[in-house]
């Protein structure tokens, strides 16, 4: 497949903004695509070359990219550079200015399996004259493109692709590409998908044996599973009543997800909720897996939290979060804040997948298996029958550390549910007893400008919940307060190179901020209550035709959701379903009143 043909169509894709168009876009796109070529273009529209537990990263920064365009068009770098204050895009850039010099495209055509293997000798390189090294590679690149090549190049190496297509959007193509479309064989590529987080593995396998091939998927250590989600309920009491009226209880940390994978010859990696490798930030963790469990090779999840070195009690997540990406003075920050994994599922027994037994069953196995140490430890649980066992139980986990507890379902079918959010376990925190039951994970689409002692620099930040449904972020609130000097100073480092004066593709709102942001940063916040807005888009035409769910009086928490992609933000159901229980609570007896009023 030529090169030309791709960014073609990421054209065509960015230029639309409705669902199913994308969906026929991206099915014409794969539909004569065979592996390896499938997957490549499967990574790439994902802006990657690897699934992205894989960790490969290009290491392009926006400067070297800048340097590789200029070489490219043979002008100086700081005329590509002001060119880019104009267009606002480097991309948009490298096609304005290369394509003069290449109007006509060459004789010698790139292809999609030549530009992959160059940008994989650009992920490759390292080291001393690494980066001469890429620059060299990509400038060869762009000297072959033609400007819509150059553009999509440039995206690509930049991280900013900007099409709008999400894993939710691709499953929906190889649906249809390559299973008959229905609803069913959605699922079930979505499950294989929730089981490998790999595209490409699944896309291979439905090429090569259609649905049936699917099943030769498997959990395997080194490869993470998705994670299984919570739902929310206002009380413990209709958390009891939605169990059936027994459940194990479990105390809520509040730290990091991690999912560990322990390999027979006692090597260890570690994951996060969103699948990115973090083995290096916890060598003690990976020290004091191997004998922690007896059974290997063996998948477990648990939290990870600081632990005060001389009380053992349970310390504030800040502590934890200090410790991620840091490679310097670990040792230091080890003893300082010692952390302790408190697991809480087993997914993979000495080699036999147990993520489809019920959880009663796993947990069994967990403790049979297990063999606490200061590092690793079981999470605490108790099975209760009734709302007074239940309250007694979350102010024990309170009084010991925890943010609340989390319910988990006994009945039969109670698996693993990769990836998916369900009832099967619902969690309830402290703060569900007063104003709105939960914070919300907003992702960062666009900025204000400041005034006054915030003049500037950003003041207010617009944001967005996810809707995997129409893979779009709609908005639904302009956060301002809760943000003290050092974190708003800090905000537009994070949101540096996805900036953008366009709306970026996939996120709607009816808000015009100062400065879009494409989709990256996650961030926590509270606020008084949800309510209709004729503005924002979260959930919108649900409740009533038009309006969308918004968020009043919010407040940034102080916490970046490092841990989470921006398909992991709080969803636009479930902002629904956080408004429901609000008018249940605010009027029991006339459920649903308010939502016409
Ligand atoms: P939230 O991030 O508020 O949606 O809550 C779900 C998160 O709680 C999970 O992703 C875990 O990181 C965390 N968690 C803490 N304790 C437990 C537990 N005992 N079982 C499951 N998840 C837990």
């Avoid at 819509?148 to 440039?154: D, N």
């Avoid at 044996?209 to 080194?222: C, F, M, N, S, T």
């Avoid at 066992?389 to 379902?409: I, Q």
């Avoid at 159901?573 to 429901?580: A, G, I, Q, T, V």
Wanted: proline share 5%; aromatic share 6%.
């Amino acid at each position: 497949m030529r090169f030309a043909e791709l960014a073609a169509a990421y054209e065509r894709l960015e230029a639309t903004s409705k669902r199913l168009e994308m969906r026929a876009l991206l099915t014409e796109l794969i539909r004569p695509l065979r592996p390896p070529e499938l997957t490549r273009v499967l990574y790439l529209s994902q802006g990657a070359l690897r699934p992205e537990y894989e960790g490969v990263e290009l290491g392009v920064a926006t400067s070297l990219a800048r340097r590789a365009v200029a070489k490219a068009a043979g002008v100086e770098e700081r005329d590509v550079a002001r060119r880019t204050q104009e267009t606002g895009d480097l991309g948009t850039t490298a096609g304005e200015l290369v394509g003069k010099l290449h109007r006509l495209g060459t004789e010698d055509p790139l292809t999609v399996a030549g530009v992959y293997h160059d940008l994989e000798r650009i992920a490759a390189a390292s080291g001393a004259g690494s980066q001469e090294e890429k620059v060299e590679i990509l400038t060869r690149l762009l000297g072959r493109a033609t400007p819509l090549e150059a553009k999509y190049l440039v995206r690509f190496v930049i991280g900013t692709l900007r099409v709008g297509v999400r894993e939710m959007s691709l499953l929906d193509a190889l649906t249809d590409a390559f299973a008959d479309g229905s609803k069913e064989a959605r699922v079930k590529i979505e499950a294989a998908f929730n089981l490998s987080s790999d595209l490409g593995l699944v896309a291979d396998a439905l090429v090569q044996g259609g649905l049936a091939g699917l099943e030769h998927i498997h959990l395997e250590v080194g490869r993470p599973i998705r994670p299984m989600l919570a739902e929310r309920e206002p009380t413990l009491a209709a958390i009891l009543e939605r169990m059936g009226g027994s459940m194990a209880l479990e105390y809520k940390y509040d730290g990091l997800r991690v999912q560990a994978h322990i390999a027979k010859d006692r090597s260890v990696r570690l994951f996060s909720r969103r699948l990115e490798e973090i083995s290096g930030q916890f060598p003690d963790l990976r020290a004091a897996l191997p004998a922690a469990v007896t059974a290997l090779p063996a998948i477990l999840e648990g939290e990870c939290v600081p632990l005060d070195p001389d009380t053992d009690e349970i310390r504030p997540f800040q502590e934890v979060s200090r410790r991620r990406g840091r490679k310097h003075d670990l040792e230091r920050l080890q003893e300082e804040v010692p952390v302790c994994l408190f697991v809480f599922d087993l997914l993979l027994d000495g080699g036999i997948p147990v993520y489809e037994r019920d959880f009663a069953e796993r947990r069994r196995l967990l403790e049979q298996r297990l063999r606490p140490s200061e590092r690793v430890r079981l999470a605490d649980q108790r099975v209760v029958h009734s709302v007074e066992e239940a309250t007694d139980f979350f102010e024990v986990a309170l009084a010991g550390g925890a943010e609340g507890v989390m319910a988990k379902s006994l009945a039969p079918g109670s698996s693993y549910r990769a990836g998916a959010r369900g009832f099967w376990w619902i969690k309830y925190k402290r703060d569900y007893t007063a104003g709105l039951s939960d914070s919300v994970d907003g992702v960062v689409v666009g900025g204000f400008h400041g005034r006054g002692r915030r003049a500037g620099r950003y003041g207010a930040y617009l944001l967005a919940v996810y809707n995997p449904g129409r893979d779009r972020f709609e908005s639904f609130c302009k956060v301002g307060s809760g943000f003290d000097d050092a974190q708003l100073a800090e905000m537009p480092t994070r949101l540096k190179g996805v900036e953008s004066d366009t709306p970026p593709p996939g996120v709607d709102t009816g808000v015009t901020p100062d400065r879009w942001f494409l989709p990256k940063v996650v961030l926590e916040v509270r606020g008084a209550e949800l309510t209709l807005s004729p503005v924002h888009r979260a959930a919108q035409g649900a409740i009533r035709p038009g309006a969308g769910l918004a968020l009043r009086f919010p407040r940034f928490t102080g916490r970046v959701r490092e841990d989470k992609a921006p398909t992991d933000a709080t969803t636009s159901d479930e902002l629904l379903e956080m408004y429901r229980s609000q008018v249940r609570q605010a009027a029991p007896s006339t459920e649903g009143s308010d939502e016409t009023s």
